[in-house]
């Protein structure tokens, strides 16, 4: 079986602006400049996407998972525009501390994708803006990546220590064109 072609994104602060008061509509979801043209480019030089995001907006009572599709669906329309695609999404609603697998920092939702993929995620690339992405990642045996866009400047800061040896890019479109040239 051919290796997979695939790299794992964080969506808040990695596909889309960030924000401390949660992203709870379609109308507040706007795009980092440049991050759903790299997307494209990764899909025309073959990459499937998948995102891992978490959600704890839903638990918390921001916004409801009707919402959140909108939010998504709002995200593939741009992406189609630009002939992109996320190709698999997941998504946790659970709250830090209640012990949901599915969460990052644990790799429930990377290895939800290892399954729908039916491939082992090891040294496949994953690009995020926080600490538990990057802990996410490293527990699946995948390949962390920083973007300092988001709460990424933040993560730097607060955890440069435990972020030794992760490469760090201004945002997701300084990664992509790192990565494909």
Known sequence: ???????ILDRD??????????????????????????MARLNAAGW???????????????????????MHLKMQAQLAALGGRVDWLNFSPYLAGCGSVCRKPLDGMLRAIELRYGQALKGLPMVGDALTDIQAAKQAGLV?????????????????????GVAVHANLAAFVEEWLN
Not at 13 to 38: C, M, R, T
Not at 55 to 62: N, P
Request: hydrophobic fraction near 35%; aromatic fraction near 6%.
């Open 1 to 7: 079986m051919a290796r997979l072609k695939l790299i």
């Open 13 to 38: 602060g990695v596909i889309n602006h960030d924000s401390d008061d949660f992203i709870k509509s379609a109308d507040e979801w706007q795009p980092i400049e440049g991050s759903l043209q790299a």
């Open 48 to 70: 499937r996407i998948a995102v891992a995001t978490n959600q704890s907006g839903i638990k918390r009572g921001y916004y409801d998972r009707a919402c959140l599709s909108q």
């Open 144 to 164: 962390p990546y920083l973007v300092r866009s988001g709460k990424g400047e933040r993560t730097l800061a607060a955890h440069a220590g435990e972020l030794k």
